[in-house]
């Protein structure tokens, strides 16, 4: 069970995102929100209400970086003059299929031992339809705050200096095993079995399973490697050429 601690970690992420907003600009408080509440926010944890989607830390920063963007920031979006485009229409079609489901579905099932599985309703596709354009918000936010080259650059950078930080925990959890969810959050986010790994560890800190750090692992090693390559002054390149080297693909590679 969650202790009280990830219960405010959820809560307070909306705090810590505004005041991102305040002080960075949309596109860099933006990439905080969302990566800091991957990389920090507990698993598994969730605040339900009645006829709303989950609040998790899938769904909290998402809609904090939403209302950061369009209310807090002053920074303005990026101008598009296709507004009923190829990618409006999916977006549209994604968020509108649950209600198609529901109208292809619209008897109820009866298991084996009497349990009987009601039809979808409407309410099961209006929720289902606010989840999914709930997960599409940072490819929104994205598409809107992150659409030029600095911005992509930017994306990098952010990436790189999360693992410089995130490396300290993984580390930290290949010696003495996957904890600190445990210790900080009360609960194990998964099996402890899939954590053991040829007589040590898989670190996954506070992102649920290692394969999740181990991906965050490898899009922080090709975005060094990108800024290495594309950086001009002197000390920034070393600085790229020490941290694509400090994350594994240069050096010895980190087992995760």
Not at 53 to 60: C, V
Not at 111 to 122: K, T
Not at 207 to 218: D, F, I, K, T, V
Request: net charge positive.
């Amino acid at each position: 069970m969650p202790n009280l601690v990830a219960y405010i970690a959820l809560l307070g992420w909306p705090l810590v995102a505004f005041a991102l907003y305040f002080l960075l600009p949309a596109s860099r408080a933006t990439l905080w929100t969302i990566l800091g509440a991957q990389l920090l926010l507990p698993v598994g944890t969730a605040i339900k209400f009645d006829m709303v989607p989950a609040f998790d830390k899938a769904s909290i920063p998402n809609l904090a970086a939403m209302i950061g963007c369009l209310v807090i920031s002053k920074t303005r979006a990026a101008v598009r003059q296709n507004r009923t485009g190829l990618f409006e229409i999916l977006v549209a079609i994604y968020v509108c299929s649950p209600f198609v489901t529901a109208t292809s579905n619209p008897d109820p099932i009866v298991l084996a031992n009497g349990v009987v599985l009601p039809a979808q309703s409407f309410y099961d596709s209006f929720s289902a339809a606010i989840s999914q354009a709930m997960f599409l918000i940072p490819l929104l936010l994205g598409r809107a705050f992150l659409a030029g080259s600095d911005d992509i650059e930017q994306v990098l950078r952010v990436f790189v200096t999360g693992m410089l930080a995130y490396s300290l925990l993984l580390l930290f959890e290949i010696r003495m095993s996957p904890q600190l969810h445990v210790w900080i959050y009360g609960y194990a986010s998964s099996d402890f079995v899939q954590a053991m790994r040829d007589g040590g560890f898989r670190p996954m800190v506070f992102m649920g399973h290692g394969l999740s750090a181990a991906l965050y692992l490898m899009m922080a090693v090709v975005s060094a490697t990108a800024l290495w390559k594309i950086e001009t002054g002197r000390s920034k390149r070393i600085f790229a050429g020490q941290a694509d080297r400090y994350v594994g693909l240069r050096g010895e590679p980190c087992r995760v």
